[in-house]
């Protein structure tokens, strides 16, 4: 030890307690060996309201699942160690972890309904639109709205509420998928009833807001995944965020082997099928498709991904919208669209459409150059024909009956495909 300077001491200093007394007044070096560890912090999120969109609120999709990120019980990508740090808050979509018990974690997918330039743009344009500023309480600058004051002294959902709004689904809306919308309208405790009363005017501007923006997370809500619908499952909203089951876009599988391919573009037949013919006589019918539309769970079931591109026509009620009523705009037909964009009407939507678009762009991606010989030759052709929309006499359905019955033998019966596996080996279906 280094040398000591300090009065005279007894013979007793070679006691313990007094040498702990002299290094305690005279060692600054022992005293600084000897300090206290300091006490282990728990790192968290920094979370803003900004980042999550809560700064816009009632201008957003809700807070149902503000809870879970506050308490890390969702967290992005696969930062599950102690170095917790948010991802860029310009992207559009994010890979997440969910939690219930702090222990078993699940995969989800965050998104936003728009990217946050889209957002910060459409906020702009309501302040300037609306109060002639660049900045401005985006909830009072909404009230002020001829649209909104309707909804708030609604009592019912009706389709002159809706019209005009950019969301495909509600292009031909009947009172019977509004009705719809109420009941299971996830953001706020469910009331079962077709009527408004039990949302209050913050929730009525944020389902409002929601379907102005993109009508995705309602399409989830409205029809769940537990009922057989191909989305995924919703989990709730926080700001502008929205969290639901995760996957894997279509895209990923255009280079897989070919019984996966088979497998998947027999998924995506039938999910056309299913959104043309099921029990409730709605039918859907996608105004675009991208390789991103579709998604894949991991255990190999295929799914609608991203719903915005969705438009429904309610094949038992009809739309009592028409003419000049679907014409109608305002503020909230423009927030993420062209207010000048020409909107398509009812009746010019054929049966076929989403399966030529989908022959147009994904099949030929996903089944092209995967077999071999005439197999191939025999995909190739029908694709061709379906992409330009069945000129010949043959009808959409045979056609599309002649291709899966092409595919069917194609796909394989094993663990990679778990969605139907082992039942595959004991039933003649697969």
């Not at 991606?365 to 995967?370: D, E």
């Amino acid at each position: 030890m280094g040398r000591w300077i300090c009065r005279p001491c007894s013979r007793a200093a070679d006691s313990l307690m007094l040498l702990l007394v002299l290094a305690a007044s005279c060692g600054p070096s022992l005293e600084a060996t000897a300090s206290p560890p300091a006490p282990h912090v728990k790192p968290s999120y920094s979370f803003g309201r900004t980042f999550l969109g809560l700064d816009k609120c009632n201008a957003c999709i809700g807070t149902s699942i503000c809870k879970k990120f506050f308490k890390e019980e969702i967290r992005f990508d696969n930062w599950l160690s102690s170095r917790l740090k948010l991802p860029p808050s310009y992207l559009l979509s994010y890979s997440g972890n969910y939690t219930d018990d702090a222990k078993s974690w699940r995969l989800v997918d965050i998104t936003r309904l728009t990217t946050k330039y889209q957002h910060d743009q459409a906020d702009k344009r309501i302040c300037t639109a609306l109060l002639k500023t660049r900045t401005c309480s985006l909830e009072r600058a909404l009230r002020r709205t001829d649209r909104v004051q309707r909804w708030l002294r609604a009592k019912r959902l009706t389709p002159d509420l809706v019209q005009g709004l950019p969301s495909p689904m509600l292009r031909c809306p009947s009172q019977r998928l509004l009705d719809r919308i109420v009941r299971r309208y996830a953001e706020v405790p469910d009331a079962g009833s077709i009527y408004m009363d039990h949302l209050t005017e913050r929730d009525k501007l944020r389902l409002l807001y929601t379907l102005a923006v993109n009508s995705h997370p309602i399409l989830l809500q409205i029809f769940p995944d537990v009922e057989g619908w191909p989305f995924p499952r919703y989990l709730g909203s926080c700001g502008r965020l929205v969290v639901s089951a995760s996957t894997r876009p279509l895209r990923d599988f255009f280079g897989a082997a070919p019984e996966v391919a088979a497998d998947l573009a027999l998924q995506l037949l039938a999910v056309l099928r299913s959104m043309g013919a099921n029990d409730l006589n709605y039918f859907f019918y996608f105004t675009r498709v991208d390789a991103g539309t579709f998604g894949v769970f991991s255990n190999g079931h295929l799914f609608i991904r991203d719903a915005s591109t969705l438009g429904i026509i309610d094949r038992e009620e009809g739309s009592p919208l028409t003419g000049d009523q679907q014409e109608y705009k305002d503020i909230f037909s423009c927030l993420t669209v062209d207010c000048q964009s020409a909107a398509v009407s009812c009746n010019s939507i054929r049966e076929e459409q989403s399966l030529v678009m989908v022959c147009q762009e994904l099949l030929p991606k996903l089944l092209g150059g995967k077999f071999l010989g005439a197999v191939q030759e025999k995909i190739d052709r029908f694709l061709q024909r379906c992409a330009g929309g069945f000129a010949s006499d043959q009808g959409m359905d045979g056609a599309v009956a002649k291709l899966a019955e092409l595919l069917k033998p194609l796909r394989s019966c094993d663990s990679r495909f778990a969605y139907r596996y082992p039942d595959c080996k004991y039933s003649d279906k697969y």
